[in-house]
């Protein structure tokens, strides 16, 4: 079966360690979203995966095999790159058939999973064009028909769909998950962009300079993010994280100024400075929950739905998002509160989050 | 290239021109003369003319004299590019395979006049020294000095060893102690003929002469004598001779000249064929043993032509001329020059340096204490033991050099036969004389 | 049609481009131009007399000619093969991590290259010499002692002898040509082949040569035009001999005109060698757009 594991996987360029030691589980069929800022290793992470990239130290086990040492032919996997890496002097037909030519497919056969591919994904009347000939999405498409016509145990994707417009972008989101369903393939997807994180995966790998920050579904990752970073990264607008402490009373003191009271979860507060976060879709107007969060206001964006605030606390950004149309204007001075159990809290120190 | 620094001068010409008109000072030197030559820096020659032209500026501060300078091959492509477009420096080397052409084309000067009414010029330059340079009673060049293109350099140490305690005295001697040297492991004869010019000159040359006579070049110019005639393909079958039985070293055709001279020099071979400009080399090698060891030779006698057996090629080759456009203060100063290129004083220095002057040197040089070897020559070219006839290319347009050239070393290597080496002389001669 | 705004008047745009017109006419056309004049008379004593075609007449039936031609079209031919793809192969190579100090290999490879022709020509004259060149002594101390040749001296090798010089020396050009044809392409395709499950010769064929096309054309017409100007080596090696053996196009025409003072035939040997050499690059590259690059990339 196709289940992917990597342990205490390592590797470093010369000097300097770029990935520092990753573990990663990965169940048959799973599609699992690797997200991080630029830099942070993440292609480098999924070439590993592909062959493309040696191993340092650690295991990467495709099924029961070890597959370190494996060319990358040898691993049955294929890979979508961010540019696409079409050959640009072979038509669509041709790239999408390539590697099945190359294990000696008869050629009937290939044309029709070529055929079969390029109707999933609308290219049939692309298939004698070159690469240069098509649009951004059509290349985008050819690209993933060159992986899907192998059949392989492991679809590798890196950005791919960083070069396209939003737009589109949005479309071939939907368009890559609904062919997970159908195909039921273990997909690795690489991704700097969150939210494409949050919509696609079953499982997100959140990495942090070549270290994983934390494991788990889109939802388990929004509603206790392990620590600050992730904290900040899934969300947006990312959540609020305000220094305080542990007041008097039982509520947390802000260092901005203002209160906010301690989560349900958090038994034992702790003695030291901790930080608050509060997504801004949690921030209530007036006293509708407790403590008091006195916001000067800089900026309100209503997009009709809703209305975006952005102001400051003290000297610290704060942004919040009310379902409520505001009469207040820029300059004036909003008060806000929270829910509890909305609130997350943090060890100012170790970065780590507070709970029981 | 020549044809450039000539522009220039035209350039300056009318710059200076212009520059006068602005009232700037006249020049204190009155005639400006160029003189064109290689033999500087590595040449042996190299000092006799450096003095030479010290002693001219000296006597003429009124001439402005510039050298222009360049080795031979750049000399040849410049001088050939320049005289194609109608221009020659105005005092230059003329060889002598193109003293016909130059003629022709009007571009040297006759300097009979002047030469043959100076008893010490052209008195006492020997008839024989400026035949190359002579078209229908009239010179137009002044030998640089005597050369004999064909001397056989032979190590009498490696000789006796053979059995031989003189120069072998027939061909069939000779041939028979090539195969001996062969047995012994010795180089019989060392070659060098990258070049191509070592085979056609200093070795083809005088077997020409041994079998067709004395007269071979004067036949070929009125016509009564070809390179198809029987003596000249017999000459080039001698020659294929020497090839068949070994005599030369197997790369023969990749080394130069100065390579077969170090070949000899070492001791790796019985013998060397060049002309007599390659004597100071083995004067100053500095192995004592080996120069007392060094006797020169002629190929010895052919078939039993015991009349040629003492001729041997020679001349000057190239010669000091000037160009025909020269007149009046400039053409004075040219012939002053001349002058000195052929004075007592130069032919001295060739002789100090061990090479041999085209004038006649009889009683002007009796003080000059020279190395025996050297000694021996000046007696044999002196007293008539060796009787010189003229070099065979620098007697012929200046094509038939490089075509005899490629043509024998295509013989050497089995690529043409006797006949169709003399066919392609043959052919060359009638398309450019 | 563009806005009447930024077009240049007509004489601005000759003004701009009247430099290039006198440089290239002053460099490339008059010598061109001058050197068919001169073609149409015959040399004689350093004079020119009119001739019209005689001289190609002349040429057309000259075996010399199209002997020395013939020692270019092997040096060409061999330097195809093994200059232009050994630095193929070598440049992929180097793309494909599977080399070691590429950067040094490189430079290494390349230096010959900035060497004057006549430093490398002795520096093979030693590698030749019969009695003491490496060559023959290696071949000695191998025990292949029975291979030994006359490499400069016998007439049926010596243009194979030669082309080694010239392959070894230029061998850094086509590397370098290659390496940044190399740079230009997507390296994400060579992954993709790889992850296609491609090996290293199926990359190279399939994937790499084809997107080198361009790159192909360009030095297979470095390697001819220069095939045709080659002189230097062999003029230093082996003065063109033994004979005519090793001579080719180039020294004849230099031997016709300065050697044998007949510029006209020189000059029409050179106005050959340019015809022949503008054919044979057209044709390359007329057949690599035709059968090779197509209109896909
Ligand atoms: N071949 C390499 N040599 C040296 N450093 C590299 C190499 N490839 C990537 N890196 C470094 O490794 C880090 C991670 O790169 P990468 O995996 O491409 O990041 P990401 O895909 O997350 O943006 C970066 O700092 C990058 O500079
Ligand atoms: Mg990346």
């Given at each position: 079966?196709?289940?992917?594991?990597?342990?205490?996987?390592?590797?470093?360029?010369?000097?300097?360690?770029?990935?520092?030691?990753?573990?990663?589980?990965?169940?048959?069929?799973?599609?699992?979203?690797?997200?991080?800022?630029?830099?942070?290793?993440?292609?480098?992470?999924?070439?590993?995966?592909?062959?493309?990239?040696?191993?340092?130290?650690?295991?990467?086990?495709?099924?029961?095999?070890?597959?370190?040492?494996?060319?990358?032919?040898?691993?049955?996997?294929?890979?979508?790159?961010?540019?696409?890496?079409?050959?640009p002097?072979?038509?669509?037909?041709?790239?999408?058939?390539?590697?099945?030519?190359?294990?000696?497919?008869?050629?009937?056969?290939?044309?029709?999973?070529?055929?079969?591919?390029?109707?999933?994904?609308?290219?049939?009347?692309?298939?004698?064009r070159y690469p240069k000939q098509l649009s951004g999405g059509q290349r985008?498409?050819?690209?993933?028909?060159?992986?899907?016509?192998?059949?392989?145990?492991?679809?590798?994707?890196?950005?791919?769909?960083?070069n396209l417009d939003?737009?589109l972008?949005?479309?071939?989101?939907?368009?890559?998950?609904?062919?997970?369903?159908?195909?039921?393939?273990?997909?690795?997807?690489?991704?700097?962009?969150?939210?494409?994180?949050?919509?696609?995966?079953?499982?997100?790998?959140?990495?942090?300079?070549?270290?994983?920050?934390?494991?788990?579904?889109?939802?388990?990752?929004?509603?206790?993010?392990?620590?600050?970073?992730?904290?900040?990264?899934?969300?947006?607008?990312?959540?609020?994280?305000?220094?305080?402490?542990?007041?008097?009373?039982?509520?947390?003191?802000?260092?901005?100024?203002?209160?906010?009271?301690?989560?349900?979860?958090?038994?034992?507060?702790?003695?030291?400075?901790?930080?608050?976060?509060?997504?801004?879709?949690?921030?209530?107007?007036?006293?509708?929950?407790?403590?008091?969060?006195?916001?000067?206001?800089?900026?309100?964006?209503?997009?009709?739905?809703?209305?975006?605030?952005?102001?400051?606390?003290?000297?610290?950004?704060?942004?919040?998002?009310?379902?409520?149309?505001?009469?207040?204007?820029?300059?004036?001075?909003?008060?806000?509160?929270?829910?509890?159990?909305?609130?997350?809290?943090?060890?100012?120190?170790?970065?780590?989050?507070?709970?029981? | 290239?020549?044809?450039?620094?000539?522009?220039?001068?035209?350039?300056?010409?009318?710059?200076?021109?212009?520059?006068?008109?602005?009232?700037?000072?006249?020049?204190?030197?009155?005639?400006?003369?160029?003189?064109?030559?290689?033999?500087?820096?590595?040449?042996?020659?190299?000092?006799?003319?450096?003095?030479?032209?010290?002693?001219?500026?000296?006597?003429?501060?009124?001439?402005?004299?510039?050298?222009?300078?360049?080795?031979?091959?750049?000399?040849?492509?410049?001088?050939?590019?320049?005289?194609?477009?109608?221009?020659?420096?105005?005092?230059?080397?003329?060889?002598?395979?193109?003293?016909?052409?130059?003629?022709?084309?009007?571009?040297?000067?006759?300097?009979?006049?002047?030469?043959?009414?100076?008893?010490?010029?052209?008195?006492?330059?020997?008839?024989?020294?400026?035949?190359?340079?002579?078209?229908?009673?009239?010179?137009?060049?002044?030998?640089?000095?005597?050369?004999?293109?064909?001397?056989?350099?032979?190590?009498?140490?490696?000789?006796?060893?053979?059995?031989?305690?003189?120069?072998?005295?027939?061909?069939?001697?000779?041939?028979?102690?090539?195969?001996?040297?062969?047995?012994?492991?010795?180089?019989?004869?060392?070659?060098?003929?990258?070049?191509?010019?070592?085979?056609?000159?200093?070795?083809?040359?005088?077997?020409?002469?041994?079998?067709?006579?004395?007269?071979?070049?004067?036949?070929?110019?009125?016509?009564?004598?070809?390179?198809?005639?029987?003596?000249?393909?017999?000459?080039?079958?001698?020659?294929?001779?020497?090839?068949?039985?070994?005599?030369?070293?197997?790369?023969?055709?990749?080394?130069?000249?100065?390579?077969?001279?170090?070949?000899?020099?070492?001791?790796?071979?019985?013998?060397?064929?060049?002309?007599?400009?390659?004597?100071?080399?083995?004067?100053?090698?500095?192995?004592?043993?080996?120069?007392?060891?060094?006797?020169?030779?002629?190929?010895?006698?052919?078939?039993?032509?015991?009349?040629?057996?003492?001729?041997?090629?020679?001349?000057?080759?190239?010669?000091?001329?000037?160009?025909?456009?020269?007149?009046?203060?400039?053409?004075?100063?040219?012939?002053?020059?001349?002058?000195?290129?052929?004075?007592?004083?130069?032919?001295?220095?060739?002789?100090?340096?061990?090479?041999?002057?085209?004038?006649?040197?009889?009683?002007?040089?009796?003080?000059?204490?020279?190395?025996?070897?050297?000694?021996?020559?000046?007696?044999?070219?002196?007293?008539?033991?060796?009787?010189?006839?003229?070099?065979?290319?620098?007697?012929?347009?200046?094509?038939?050099?490089?075509?005899?050239?490629?043509?024998?070393?295509?013989?050497?290597?089995?690529?043409?036969?006797?006949?169709?080496?003399?066919?392609?002389?043959?052919?060359?001669?009638?398309?450019?004389? | 049609m563009a806005p009447r705004a930024f077009q240049p008047s007509t004489i601005a745009i000759w003004l701009f481009l009247l430099p290039g017109i006198v440089v290239y006419g002053g460099?490339v056309l008059?010598?061109?131009?001058?050197?068919?004049?001169?073609?149409?008379?015959?040399?004689?004593?350093?004079?020119?007399?009119?001739?019209?075609?005689?001289?190609?007449?002349?040429?057309?039936?000259?075996?010399?000619?199209?002997?020395?031609?013939?020692?270019?079209?092997?040096?060409?031919?061999?330097?195809?093969?093994?200059?232009?793809?050994?630095?193929?192969?070598?440049?992929?190579?180097?793309?494909?991590?599977?080399?070691?100090?590429?950067?040094?290999?490189?430079?290494?490879?390349?230096?010959?290259?900035?060497?004057?022709?006549?430093?490398?020509?002795?520096?093979?004259?030693?590698?030749?010499?019969?009695?003491?060149?490496?060559?023959?002594?290696?071949?000695?101390?191998?025990?292949?002692?029975?291979?030994?040749?006359?490499?400069?001296?016998?007439?049926?090798?010596?243009?194979?002898?030669?082309?080694?010089?010239?392959?070894?020396?230029?061998?850094?050009?086509?590397?370098?040509?290659?390496?940044?044809?190399?740079?230009a392409?997507?390296?994400?395709?060579?992954?993709?082949?790889?992850?296609?499950?491609?090996?290293?010769?199926?990359?190279?064929?399939?994937?790499?040569?084809?997107?080198?096309?361009s790159?192909?054309?360009v030095?297979?017409?470095?390697?001819?035009?220069?095939?045709?100007?080659?002189?230097?080596?062999?003029?230093?090696?082996?003065?063109?001999?033994?004979?005519?053996?090793?001579?080719?196009?180039?020294?004849?025409?230099?031997?016709?005109?300065?050697?044998?003072?007949?510029?006209?035939?020189?000059?029409?040997?050179?106005?050959?060698?340019?015809?022949?050499?503008?054919?044979?690059?057209s044709?390359?590259i007329?057949?690599?757009n035709?059968?090779?690059v197509k209109d896909r990339i």
């Amino acid at each position: 079966m196709a289940q992917l594991q990597l342990s205490e996987v390592r590797k470093s360029f010369g000097a300097v360690d770029v990935i520092k030691g990753v573990d990663i589980d990965v169940r048959d069929g799973e599609f699992v979203v690797l997200v991080g800022p630029s830099g942070c290793g993440k292609s480098t992470l999924l070439r590993m995966i592909a062959g493309l990239e040696t191993v340092t130290s650690g295991s990467i086990r495709i099924g029961e095999r070890e597959v370190k040492n494996l060319r990358a032919k040898e691993r049955d996997i294929a890979m979508v790159f961010q540019s696409y890496a079409l050959y640009p002097h072979m038509t669509v037909a041709r790239n999408m058939g390539f590697a099945l030519k190359l294990q000696g497919i008869p050629k009937d056969e290939i044309a029709k999973r070529v055929n079969d591919a390029a109707a999933i994904l609308n290219l049939t009347d692309y298939l004698e064009r070159y690469p240069k000939q098509l649009s951004g999405g059509q290349r985008q498409r050819v690209a993933m028909g060159r992986a899907i016509v192998r059949n392989p145990r492991v679809f590798l994707f890196d950005e791919p769909l960083s070069n396209l417009d939003a737009k589109l972008r949005v479309q071939m989101r939907a368009e890559i998950k609904q062919l997970h369903q159908r195909l039921g393939n273990t997909i690795i997807y690489v991704t700097h962009d969150q939210i494409e994180a949050m919509t696609m995966a079953d499982k997100i790998v959140i990495l942090s300079g070549g270290a994983v920050e934390q494991v788990g579904s889109p939802l388990e990752l929004y509603d206790r993010p392990r620590n600050t970073f992730v904290a900040g990264f899934i969300g947006s607008p990312a959540m609020n994280l305000l220094e305080g402490r542990i007041g008097a009373g039982g509520m947390i003191e802000l260092a901005g100024g203002g209160t906010l009271p301690l989560p349900v979860d958090v038994a034992s507060p702790p003695k030291g400075g901790v930080i608050v976060g509060i997504r801004p879709e949690h921030m209530l107007l007036g006293g509708a929950g407790q403590g008091d969060l006195p916001l000067r206001i800089d900026v309100l964006e209503p997009t009709g739905s809703e209305t975006h605030v952005m102001g400051k606390a003290g000297s610290v950004e704060v942004v919040a998002v009310v379902r409520d149309r505001l009469s207040e204007r820029p300059g004036e001075t909003l008060h806000l509160s929270v829910d509890p159990k909305h609130v997350h809290l943090f060890d100012a120190a170790s970065g780590l989050r507070i709970a029981e | 290239m020549y044809v450039i620094p000539d522009f220039g001068r035209r350039l300056l010409g009318s710059a200076m021109v212009l520059g006068a008109l602005a009232g700037a000072p006249a020049s204190a030197q009155d005639v400006e003369l160029t003189f064109a030559h290689f033999l500087a820096n590595k040449s042996t020659e190299a000092p006799n003319v450096a003095d030479a032209i010290a002693r001219f500026r000296e006597k003429h501060p009124e001439v402005e004299l510039k050298e222009q300078i360049s080795g031979t091959d750049e000399y040849l492509t410049q001088f050939n590019v320049g005289a194609a477009s109608g221009e020659v420096p105005d005092v230059f080397m003329m060889n002598g395979s193109d003293t016909t052409a130059l003629v022709a084309a009007g571009l040297v000067g006759a300097i009979t006049p002047e030469f043959t009414a100076d008893p010490d010029w052209g008195g006492r330059t020997p008839d024989g020294m400026t035949f190359e340079f002579s078209r229908d009673g009239e010179v137009y060049g002044v030998p640089y000095g005597q050369i004999i293109t064909h001397v056989i350099y032979w190590n009498k140490d490696i000789f006796a060893e053979a059995g031989y305690d003189s120069f072998p005295a027939t061909w069939e001697d000779f041939i028979g102690a090539i195969e001996t040297f062969k047995e012994m492991g010795k180089t019989p004869i060392s070659l060098g003929n990258k070049g191509r010019w070592v085979v056609v000159d200093p070795l083809f040359g005088t077997l020409v002469a041994r079998e067709c006579g004395p007269d071979f070049v004067p036949q070929v110019h009125s016509g009564e004598a070809n390179f198809t005639d029987e003596c000249h393909v017999a000459a080039i079958e001698d020659f294929k001779q020497l090839v068949d039985v070994g005599a030369f070293n197997e790369d023969a055709n990749s080394l130069d000249n100065k390579q077969q001279r170090d070949a000899y020099l070492n001791g790796d071979a019985a013998m060397f064929v060049e002309g007599s400009w390659a004597l100071p080399g083995i004067l100053d090698s500095g192995n004592q043993s080996l120069i007392d060891a060094t006797g020169i030779a002629l190929w010895p006698s052919i078939k039993g032509k015991d009349e040629n057996a003492s001729l041997v090629t020679g001349g000057a080759g190239w010669s000091y001329a000037l160009a025909a456009r020269l007149e009046g203060a400039e053409r004075e100063a040219a012939i002053e020059l001349l002058k000195e290129l052929s004075a007592v004083d130069y032919s001295r220095s060739r002789m100090e340096i061990g090479l041999l002057p085209a004038q006649n040197m009889a009683g002007v040089a009796d003080d000059i204490e020279v190395q025996p070897l050297f000694a021996e020559f000046v007696s044999n070219v002196g007293d008539g033991t060796w009787q010189v006839v003229p070099i065979i290319p620098t007697n012929m347009p200046r094509s038939l050099l490089d075509v005899s050239g490629e043509a024998l070393q295509d013989l050497m290597v089995g690529n043409k036969t006797p006949q169709e080496v003399a066919e392609a002389m043959q052919e060359d001669y009638d398309r450019s004389k | 049609m563009a806005p009447r705004a930024f077009q240049p008047s007509t004489i601005a745009i000759w003004l701009f481009l009247l430099p290039g017109i006198v440089v290239y006419g002053g460099v490339v056309l008059t010598p061109l131009i001058g050197g068919f004049y001169y073609s149409l008379f015959e040399t004689k004593n350093f004079q020119f007399h009119w001739a019209g075609l005689a001289n190609y007449v002349r040429l057309w039936g000259d075996g010399d000619f199209w002997f020395t031609l013939r020692n270019n079209f092997i040096i060409i031919l061999l330097s195809v093969i093994f200059q232009v793809t050994t630095a193929f192969i070598i440049a992929v190579l180097m793309n494909s991590r599977l080399v070691i100090a590429p950067k040094f290999l490189r430079t290494a490879i390349f230096f010959p290259v900035i060497l004057s022709p006549v430093v490398t020509s002795f520096v093979w004259i030693l590698v030749f010499d019969i009695n003491s060149g490496l060559l023959n002594n290696t071949l000695e101390a191998i025990g292949l002692g029975g291979l030994q040749q006359k490499w400069l001296d016998d007439p049926k090798i010596v243009i194979y002898s030669v082309t080694v010089a010239l392959v070894w020396q230029y061998i850094g050009l086509f590397l370098v040509i290659f390496l940044s044809g190399l740079s230009a392409i997507n390296q994400e395709t060579i992954e993709a082949a790889e992850v296609d499950g491609a090996s290293t010769f199926q990359k190279t064929i399939y994937v790499i040569f084809p997107q080198l096309a361009s790159t192909w054309s360009v030095a297979i017409v470095l390697a001819i035009s220069g095939g045709l100007k080659i002189f230097e080596h062999i003029f230093v090696m082996t003065g063109g001999g033994p004979g005519l053996s090793s001579t080719v196009v180039a020294q004849y025409a230099y031997s016709q005109s300065f050697l044998r003072a007949n510029f006209s035939y020189g000059n029409t040997i050179a106005i050959a060698i340019v015809v022949l050499s503008l054919t044979l690059v057209s044709l390359t590259i007329w057949a690599f757009n035709r059968f090779v690059v197509k209109d896909r990339i």
